[in-house]
């Protein structure tokens, strides 16, 4: 029997789940989750430059908009709803590393204190 | 053999169509900026290494232990530093594109299923198959590892070809590469291809490529690997079938195979399987067939480059693989006597060449 995501067979199986990101490798693991959370924050600014670059050609060749169009846009009532699950989902992008769980991994790999999880679900990649 | 047609594949010369039709690209923009983004960084942070020194002197000694010779390297604010940052950006990567297939998720496992069934080719799942512990732990800080996640395929491929592989290997150069260098049989016979732990297939396909007529499999120990590496294959067109089996159990006859290839198997899996398929690898290759293994260095090797690098770098190195890219298995890998492996096993091997493929490891054995 193999698990399922909304009906899905997925063929995945049980899991040891790793202590791989509870490491700390500065001073205080604070100074790690800035340092993570700003290359977030570096990969979210980005994707947002590339994604103007195309939208500002776009519509410069495509369809003549005034770029002043775009500075006075405002969004209806359930567009800002999908704008704060957007923002919502931003913020646990970047900065869920703030509240890492860390732990010493000092050691060698626990190999025999691993957990078994099950397989991922749609939670786990959220 | 006259049945056997060898093509001699040619990267740096693919078409248009070509790299249009192997590259691999996500439906959302975002995540592509994200992968961009994460090569971007990932090459920087290459370039920056390649040029790095410990600000402080350290003293060298045999006698340090790998964690030992880590935790000096570690003193080195600017080594610390750099550490968080690529085990960050690594995170990064693997976090975007898991969050891009969980986000689509019924897309994605659709277009699965829209292949499970589909040819060319065929795909073997096996539910029911007793994973055994060794595969179940998340290598390389991939979130469920190869077995946890239904995406682990997919994931698996496109964080390697977009983002950690550093533009190498956009439609799948490296591989071909590879597959090219692999050698034939003496006797020139080329009917059946087994790529082990083939994980998203991509030597896989190539080794079809450069042997079309030759029945070629893949086998993995992971449902969502063969799955998504059939779902590849067969959108290329390429007739492969892909099996979710065990390697050290392969279910195939006798001196089945003409070539076996495996590449960046071995240091995944524990001594003691590592033990058990050179034992199949062994009784699946007919006599005079070759098996071209790849991997990391392991003692008992005649030449240096065969064998793990005991400088003070290179011990750091070793904890930082084994315990940050968390991969479990590499040190007792890299404690087996491999030649002596394959030599008790009856295989011939070659170690008088250079590494065939970047530098790495990797021998042909001939089965006696």
């Known amino acids: 029997m193999t698990s399922t995501i909304n009906g899905h067979p997925t063929y995945a199986a049980d899991y040891f789940e790793g202590d791989w990101n509870k490491s700390v490798f500065l001073d205080n693991p604070h100074i790690d989750n800035l340092m993570t959370a700003l290359l977030g924050l570096g990969g979210e600014y980005w994707a947002m430059r590339r994604r103007l670059m195309v939208v500002e050609k776009l519509l410069a060749t495509k369809c003549g908009i005034d770029p002043s169009e775009i500075e006075t846009y405002h969004p209806s009532e359930d567009e800002q709803k999908s704008w704060d699950r957007e923002r919502d989902d931003f913020i646990r992008r970047v900065f869920s590393a703030l509240v890492r769980e860390v732990a010493d991994v000092s050691g060698p790999i626990d190999i025999e204190g691993a957990k078994l999880r099950p397989p991922r679900n749609l939670e786990d990649m959220s | ?368």
């Open chain 2, 1 to 368: 053999m006259a049945g056997t047609v060898d093509i001699k594949l040619d990267p740096k010369s693919l078409t248009a169509a070509d790299k249009a039709r192997r590259r691999v690209s996500f439906p959302r923009l975002d995540v592509n900026s994200h992968m961009h983004f994460a090569e971007g960084v990932k090459m920087w942070a290459t370039r920056r290494m390649a040029g790095a020194q410990p600000s402080s002197p350290i003293c060298e000694t045999e006698a340090l232990t790998i964690e030992q010779a880590w935790a000096a390297t570690m003193r080195d604010p600017a080594h610390a530093a750099q550490t968080r940052l690529n085990w960050s950006i690594h995170d990064f990567m693997w976090d975007r594109v898991c969050r891009a297939f969980g986000r689509d998720a019924d897309h994605f496992l659709a277009a699965m299923e829209a292949t499970d069934n589909d040819g060319p080719g065929s795909l073997e799942l096996n539910p029911a198959l007793a994973i055994p512990d060794y595969a179940r732990h998340e290598i390389h800080r991939q979130p469920g590892g190869y077995v946890g996640d239904p995406f682990g395929g997919w994931v698996y491929h496109y964080a390697l070809t977009l983002a950690h592989y550093q533009g190498r290997t956009p439609h799948g150069e490296l591989q071909m590469e590879l597959a090219n260098a692999v050698p034939k049989p003496a006797d020139g016979a080329v009917n059946r291809i087994l790529d082990i732990g083939c994980a998203s297939g991509v030597l896989t396909n190539a080794m079809k490529e450069r042997f079309p007529k030759a029945e070629t499999w893949g086998v993995d120990v992971s449902g969502p690997c063969v799955r998504y590496a059939h779902h590849r294959a067969a959108k290329l067109g390429l007739d492969i079938h892909f099996a979710q089996r065990l390697a050290e159990d392969t279910k195939f006859p006798n001196g089945h195979f003409d070539i076996v290839t495996d590449y960046l198997l071995f240091h995944e899996v524990s001594a003691e399987a590592a033990r058990k398929i050179v034992a199949e690898m062994a009784r699946i290759i007919r006599p005079g067939g070759v098996w071209c293994h790849n991997d990391a260095q392991t003692t008992g090797w005649p030449s240096e480059i065969h064998r793990p690098d005991t400088s003070i770098q290179g011990k750091a190195m070793a904890w930082n693989l084994y315990r940050h890219n968390y991969e479990p298995w590499y040190e007792a890998y890299k404690a087996l006597d491999f030649p002596a492996l394959l030599r008790d096993a009856g295989f011939d091997v070659d170690m008088s060449g250079p590494p065939i493929f970047r530098g790495r490891p990797s021998v042909n054995a001939v089965k006696r």
